[in-house]
């Protein structure tokens, strides 16, 4: 009797794992994306209170020549300042979003434009990469976990 029983529980739960279905991840990745673009074109306008959406509470936050900001408040400030600076201008361009089998966690890359004032005379443009690690919120929206952006020559 307990073989019988242990029989049909296995073959249930075989059963029922089969019949769950699988996420679209091509959806998602698009869904991703589309959250990555909504984003920069946030940022693009100087968005700061739509910009502080798309990060996580615990984000963290890896911009070139500062120290890691931890948390969406010191990544707040972090965007703050670098936006009181004259001059300053910083876009992106999304390429790619990668979305795990779990569909709870993903990625998106591409490649950014920094522009900022130095002087009076002189503006200093740099470009670059970035990642961005993201997970998706119990709301079901897209949140940036982990920034991290690389100055390159592209």
Known sequence: MKTCIFFVSFS?????????PKPDLASLETELLQADKDWAAAAKMGD????????????????????PAYGKEAILKLVKKNRSKPGFALSWEPEKAVVASSADMGYTYGSFQLTLAVSDSTTVNKGGNYVC???????????CAVESTIFSSR
Do not use: E, V
Request: charged share 20%; proline share 5%; glycine share 8%.
């Open 48 to 67: 700061i209170a739509k910009l502080t959406t798309f990060w996580a509470n615990d984000a963290i936050n890896f911009f070139p020549g500062a120290p």
């Open 12 to 20: 249930l739960g075989i059963f029922l794992t089969a019949c769950t």
């Open 133 to 143: 690690i993201w997970k998706k919120d119990k709301g079901s929206s897209w949140k």
